[in-house]
């Protein structure tokens, strides 16, 4: 079975350009996490969503992210516009169910705003 | 405070060396706890769940101590490929974060030759 499938694996972007990051979650996965990881702040929680509803965004920095999952096998991260400070590594994950059970992350990706 | 706190290492050990790392979390309500491994520039994977008595997994075990909200990782007889950073996730099934894993900022192990 495929993991979660991240796209691109890489970006670079120059500062006030939109960026758009793309996930598949593993079929037959009911909820799909966004998170960040940077050196200073580790790996942090962005937005989950549970049977494709947004169930906790209060880890989304700014208004210029913005998350979207139109359907069980596809979601979006925004940025618009992009700034130097975004730049870490992007990691989707799935999981089963909400509540307490194993994540499986995606490659992530890394994103540098220039 | 934070949810999950770590003693970021990093810890530097000869092969066949047992080390232990320790993790702390905030929330008493807390019900489920996880060791997850992350290998450098790549994504975090499950290493183990911490179960209330104690688990054990070959060279690995993981310990629960609810009173004190500490959790902890023994590897013994260290391989250099254990080398990586080790994080401690937990997750507190009540209100809002339900379904939302908190993680620590991660234990970095070396194992050298």
């Known amino acids: 079975d495929a993991g979660v499938i991240q796209s691109p694996r890489h970006e670079v972007t120059e500062m006030g350009q939109e960026v758009t990051l793309r996930c598949k979650p593993i079929?037959?996965?009911?909820?799909l996490f966004w998170y960040r990881q940077t050196m200073m702040r580790g790996l942090e929680l962005l937005i989950y969503?549970?049977?494709?509803?947004?169930?906790?965004d209060s880890g989304m920095p700014e208004d210029r992210f913005s998350a979207k999952m139109p359907n069980a096998s596809f979601s979006t991260l925004k940025i618009q516009p992009s700034e130097p400070r975004d730049s870490a590594v992007y990691f989707c994950?799935?999981?089963?169910?909400?509540?307490?059970?194993?994540?499986?992350f995606g490659p992530g990706t890394r994103l540098t705003v220039t | 405070r934070k949810e999950v706190e770590q003693d970021p290492g990093p810890f530097n050990v000869p092969e066949g060396a047992t080390v232990a790392f320790n993790c702390t979390y905030s929330?008493?309500?807390?019900?489920?706890f996880f060791w997850y491994r992350q290998d450098c520039r790549k994504e975090p994977k499950l290493l183990m769940s911490?179960?209330?008595s104690g688990n054990e997994d070959g060279r690995f075990t993981a310990q629960l101590n609810r009173a004190s909200q500490y959790i902890s990782l023994l590897i013994r007889d260290s391989k250099l490929s254990d080398s990586a950073t080790y994080l401690c996730?937990?997750?507190?099934?009540?209100?809002?974060?339900?379904?939302?894993?908190?993680f620590g900022r991660g234990t970095q192990l070396t194992v050298w030759p």
């Open positions: 079929s037959g996965h009911n909820s």
């Open positions: 911490v179960y209330s």
């Open positions: 969503f549970n049977n494709n509803v947004p169930i906790d």
């Open positions: 996730v937990v997750n507190p099934t009540f209100g809002s974060t339900l379904g939302r894993l908190y």
């Open positions: 929330n008493s309500a807390s019900q489920s």
């Open positions: 994950a799935s999981s089963r169910e909400a509540g307490g059970v194993e994540q499986y």
